[in-house]
């Protein structure tokens, strides 16, 4: 229960069916998935399995300026399905992991989560919500790049996986990009080339070819690989692994 006079909101996003109580009220069947976001100035009370919870707990008075009919109600429930609810699970599951570096950067990234909420908000809350359009899409972008990090050794990744998996399409991604002044398949060649000049330099793969190390970084094609980390790097493949031998031979 929570009844210890904070008057913020808390989201939460559970990974089993439960039960909610607020405010005295008849309990509420949540699917595994679904949001509710509670007001903290009233009693609440969860009956559920073991469980894994994502949980945020958020300023009324941000979210007030967002959504100013709130407060017309002490809880909401949003579907699975809520557009933008996907977006919130993968955007705080990303910071949780990498945590944001400076005041200014901390800041940024609270504004694309509210940005986020408000977005579901807006199709829950009676009147709607508002929405910041440039922090959902900033959101968006950060997770698309760490999708890019999590599978870049795969050679047959590509943009329209990161879209079936987004439920967007390659052109807004491509747009994401060209917002930044660069485009998906750049970085997801760069980030291939960042893996491959690490493992060059590992002792761990000193007696691996460089055919190996470019496969296992995700390219598919060796001339391609070669041609890419000269331009990146200013040095062949070749360079990079003897210039690490010679370092552990000293």
Same mark, same amino acid.
């Given at each position: 229960?929570?009844?210890?006079?904070?008057?913020?909101?808390?989201? %939460?996003?559970?990974t089993?069916?439960?039960?909610?109580s607020?405010?005295?009220? !008849?309990?509420?069947?949540?699917?595994?998935?679904?949001? +509710?976001?509670?007001? &903290?100035?009233?009693?609440?009370? $969860?009956?559920?399995?073991g469980?894994?919870?994502?949980?945020?707990?958020?300023?009324?008075k941000?979210?007030?300026?967002?959504?100013?009919?709130?407060? $017309?109600?002490?809880?909401?429930?949003?579907?699975?399905?809520?557009p933008?609810?996907?977006?919130?699970?993968?955007?705080?599951?990303?910071?949780?992991?990498?945590p944001p570096?400076? &005041?200014? /950067?901390?800041?940024?990234?609270a504004?694309?989560?509210?940005d986020?909420? /408000?977005?579901?908000?807006?199709?829950?809350?009676?009147?709607?919500?508002?929405?910041?359009?440039?922090g959902?899409?900033?959101? #968006?972008?950060?997770?698309?790049?760490?999708?890019?990090?999590?599978?870049?050794?795969?050679p047959?990744f590509?943009?329209?996986?990161?879209?079936?998996?987004?439920?967007? %399409?390659p #052109?807004?991604?491509?747009?994401?990009?060209?917002?930044?002044?660069?485009? $998906?398949?750049?970085?997801? !060649?760069d980030?291939?080339?960042?893996?491959?000049?690490r493992?060059?330099? &590992? /002792? /761990?793969?000193?007696?691996?070819?460089?055919?190996?190390?470019?496969?296992?970084?995700?390219?598919?094609d060796?001339?391609?690989?070669?041609?890419g980390? #000269?331009?990146?790097?200013?040095?062949?493949?070749?360079?990079?692994?003897?210039?690490? +031998?010679?370092r #552990?031979?000293?």
């Amino acid at each position: 229960m929570l009844n210890d006079g904070r008057d913020d909101y808390l989201l %939460t996003i559970h990974t089993h069916d439960h039960e909610v109580s607020v405010d005295g009220g !008849r309990p509420v069947q949540v699917a595994a998935g679904e949001m +509710m976001l509670i007001s &903290e100035a009233v009693r609440s009370q $969860f009956r559920l399995p073991g469980t894994i919870v994502k949980v945020l707990s958020l300023s009324r008075k941000k979210l007030r300026d967002l959504a100013p009919r709130i407060d $017309f109600e002490a809880f909401h429930h949003a579907p699975a399905s809520a557009p933008g609810l996907a977006l919130i699970a993968g955007y705080s599951d990303l910071l949780r992991e990498n945590p944001p570096e400076g &005041e200014k /950067a901390r800041r940024l990234a609270a504004g694309h989560l509210y940005d986020l909420v /408000a977005l579901v908000l807006d199709g829950v809350v009676r009147g709607g919500a508002a929405r910041n359009l440039s922090g959902i899409r900033a959101a #968006r972008l950060e997770i698309i790049k760490k999708d890019i990090l999590d599978r870049r050794q795969d050679p047959s990744f590509d943009i329209y996986d990161v879209a079936r998996r987004q439920g967007v %399409t390659p #052109r807004y991604i491509q747009q994401l990009f060209a917002a930044e002044g660069t485009a $998906f398949s750049e970085i997801l !060649r760069d980030s291939r080339l960042d893996f491959a000049f690490r493992l060059l330099g &590992e /002792a /761990a793969t000193a007696e691996r070819g460089i055919s190996e190390i470019a496969f296992e970084a995700g390219f598919s094609d060796l001339s391609t690989f070669n041609r890419g980390f #000269r331009r990146r790097f200013g040095m062949t493949p070749s360079d990079v692994k003897a210039d690490a +031998m010679r370092r #552990r031979a000293r």
